[in-house]
């Protein structure tokens, strides 16, 4: 935390801008020494920009940038940060990368700006985060659960849910502490407040469903004998022609994935290899994987020819049916069979024909509860598990009364509450905070 860090903060590669960041006690010193321009950046204001040169020790210039100071505590670290645009592309933002380290700067580890928002308390954990969610959202709804949760929505949730059960510790102490006091009507009212925050705290876990699926993708298998038209409706859906599609069976040998938005949710779209007995080591190999990709995808659509009888390919194909699997009869232009295939919806890959009535199906398969009562959403798997632990503590407690010494059930309160307190970062540790902002990318 005392060193000065620094980071590319763009994506390398060509762009008309490149954005090489600073951070710490040293940030406008260092920015001092390889800048050149009519203003010195340790004299100028909190969030102002100037125009000048990057100069290597030699005074040779490497580029002309705008450079930004914003000094502490009103920047994203809380530290003094200097922000220098140059040119984008590879060379000039690792010239000036270079030229910092060379001036006393250190390179970031990965999210460790975002790790000194949250160490310096102008974050909590919950939205350090969200930052990584929204730099990785791959649609504008998944982008604003994420924002939603920078701004703080859970947060408040979980900070809210943990003063409703210090005053319920506050009551049990106080009759702890004082038991010729009659303290009978908040007794009574314990249990009832507890049940209550047992179910806030199950509404919360009911909405992780569909905020993984927003987070995460929902991943969608298209599988069936070969030739049924699994590549075909792979390009339908996405609206191009991204697998190759011939009158040949067995064209597609290994899985193809390919993303796609439905009703603002990701979904990762993969055509597997027909599903036949073969004595060709590649084509099994395919059929090998595409039943590893059956089993580990959250819905898998089976495709059946609805210009030909069922085969003995379709009907074993029927048998590995479950609720996660939706039974789609392609060809509905030429449809002549729709035997003995329960539930099945009608396509047509060929000319779009119920592609939509297919969606809205994939949409009615996954569940979706769109949020809690409160409108927030549970994405983060770290956080479904601590809200898993705190509602088994709530439970526990509610379980003790009135049998119970309320000793034992205020140990159960306070469990409840620490495992509510990981989630703000309230309550951490070292291996936890690196196991998160290490998936963050260097310059955030």
């Known amino acids: 935390m005392n060193d000065t860090i620094t980071a590319i903060s763009t994506p390398i590669g060509s762009g008309g801008i490149g954005i090489v960041r600073i951070s710490g006690s040293d940030a406008l010193k260092i920015a001092d020494s390889i800048f050149k321009g009519k203003k010195v950046p340790s004299n100028m204001p909190s969030h102002t920009i100037t125009y000048g040169n990057i100069i290597d020790k030699d005074n040779n210039i490497i580029d002309e940038v705008l450079l930004t100071v914003m000094r502490a505590p009103k920047t994203y670290t809380v530290e003094d940060i200097v922000e220098i645009n140059c040119h984008g592309g590879l060379l000039m933002v690792r010239q000036i990368l270079e030229l910092l380290l060379k001036s006393g700067a250190r390179l970031a580890n990965s999210g460790e700006f975002t790790m000194r928002a949250f160490l310096n308390g102008r974050i909590d954990l919950a939205q350090a985060e969200a930052v990584s969610d929204i730099i990785n959202a791959s649609t504008i709804k998944s982008g604003k659960i994420a924002e939603d949760q920078l701004n703080g929505r859970l947060s408040l949730e979980i900070k809210g849910l943990r003063e409703e059960l210090v005053n319920i510790i506050s009551y049990i102490e106080a009759y702890l502490d004082f038991p010729e006091e009659d303290f009978s009507d908040d007794v009574i009212n314990i ?9 806030k705290l199950t509404f919360l ?5 569909t905020g993984r699926f927003f987070r995460e993708g929902l991943s969608i298998a298209i ?4 030739n049924v038209g699994k590549s075909s409706l792979l390009n339908a859906l996405l609206k191009r022609d991204r697998a190759i599609v011939t ?7 290994d899985t193809l994935e390919e993303m796609l938005n439905i009703n603002g949710i990701p979904v990762r779209l993969i055509d597997t290899a027909g599903i036949r007995e073969s004595s060709n080591i590649i084509e099994k190999e395919g059929v090998r ?5 059956i089993k ?6 089976v495709l059946f020819d609805g210009n030909m009888s069922l085969t003995f390919e379709d009907k074993e194909m029927l048998n590995i049916a479950s609720d996660k699997t939706l039974n789609v009869i392609n060809k509905s232009d030429l449809l002549r069979n729709i035997e003995d295939i329960p539930q099945a919806i009608c396509i047509s890959a060929k000319t779009g024909e119920g592609l939509k009535e297919l969606k809205e199906a994939i949409m009615t398969k996954v569940s979706l509860n769109q949020c809690s009562p409160n409108g927030i959403i549970i994405t983060n798997i770290r956080h479904k598990n601590a809200i898993e632990q705190a509602l088994d503590s709530i439970l526990r407690a509610i379980n003790l009364m009135p049998e ?5 059930v205020a140990l159960e309160i306070r469990d409840s509450m620490g495992h509510l307190a990981e989630i703000i970062g309230e309550i951490t540790t070292d291996e936890i905070l690196i196991n998160i902002f290490s998936k963050f990318c260097i310059g955030k």
């Open 191 to 199: 249990k009832s407040k507890l049940q209550d925050i047992s179910n």
């Open 205 to 209: 876990l009911d909405t992780y469903k």
């Open 223 to 226: 599988t069936g004998r070969p």
């Open 247 to 253: 009158e040949l069976p067995g064209t597609t040998r």
């Open 289 to 293: 994987r595409s039943l590893e990709t």
């Open 296 to 301: 580990d995808a959250d819905i898998v659509i």
């Open 404 to 408: 119970h010494p309320f000793e034992f």
